[in-house]
C-alpha cells in the first residue's frame, strides 16, 4: 500500500527541519517547498494527500496559497500553521481555503500527529464513500440500461407474439372454411387438429387416437404413413355409400411441426366417383404386379 503523501510549506528552515524530524519515524511520504509557488509547481506534478502549510510567509501567505492548491487538488487535507490568533485569520482560512484544521505554534507534537492520522483516516472515508457513491451510480445506470433494453425486448416480443397470434387466427379461419376436410396427426397417431369439414363427417376426434377418430380405411393408411411413409399417399375410399378423394401428406423434418395431415373432399359426381374408384383400382393393381 502506497504511504500518504505529506507536504510542508514554509519560509523558514527551521520549520521544515522540525516537523519532517517529527514524521520521520512514520509511514509517510514528506514533500517539502519553501514558498507558495513552489508549492504550487509540486502540486501539479505531484498527488498529495495532505498539506500543512505556515499562514505568514514572504510572497504568497498561507490563505491564498491554500485557494490555489484547492483548486489543482481539491482532496488534499489542508492544515494551516500561525503564531497568531486573530479571528480574521481564522475566518479567511475556513471561508476562502477550506482548511481541515488551524494548528498555533508552537505546536504539541502527539497533537500533530493525532491530527494528522484523524484528518487522513477522514480523507479515506471521504473518497472511499465518493467511490460507493459513483459505483452506486454506475451500477443503477446500468440497471436502468437493462431494463431499458429488458422492456424494448418485452415490446418486440409483443409485437410479434401479436402479430403471430393474428396470423394464426387468420390461418384458422381460412382452415376452417376451405373446401376440403383436413385432419392433422402427430407421429403417435393422436389427432391434433380437424376443421369445419372434418368434424361434420368425424364429430369426435380431436384428441383420440387415429383408430378411435376414423373408420379403418382412413386410419389405415394414415397409420401407414407414419410407419413408413411416402412422402405423399393418394388414394379414394368409399364410405357409407359415399367415396372420399384422400391425400396424406407427411411434414418433413424441417418443418416446425412433426406428424401428417390428411385432406379429403367427397367426389359426388358420378363420372368423378368411377374415376376416382378406377384410378385407385389401377393404383393398387400396379402395387400387386410390382409385388
Known sequence: MTPPHLLLVDDEPNIIKAL??????????????????????????????????????????????FRQARQIQPDAVRIILSGYAEIRVLTDAINEGNIYRFIFKPWNDDELRNTIQLALAQRDLVLENRNLAQELLRKNQQLEDFNRHLEQQVAQRTRELTFRNKVLSISQDILEFVPVG???????????????????????????????????ELSGPCRSALVSPPATQSLAIQLHENVFQVEVHRLSSADVASGAVMLFSEVKSSEGVARALATDAGLLAEDVNSN
Open 182 to 216: 383436413v385432419i392433422g396427426f402427430s407421429d403417435l397417431g393422436e389427432v391434433v387438429l380437424m376443421n369445419r369439414i372434418a368434424r361434420q363427417h368425424f364429430p369426435v376426434g380431436i384428441g383420440k387416437m387415429l383408430e378411435e377418430a376414423l373408420p379403418k
Open 20 to 65: 519532517q524530524r517529527l514524521f520521520f519515524d512514520e509511514d509517510y511520504e514528506v514533500l517539502s517547498a519553501s514558498s507558495g509557488e513552489e508549492a504550487l509547481r509540486i502540486l501539479r506534478q505531484r498527488e498529495v494527500d495532505l498539506i500543512i502549510a505556515d499562514y505568514r510567509m514572504c510572497g504568497m501567505n498561507g490563505i491564498e496559497f
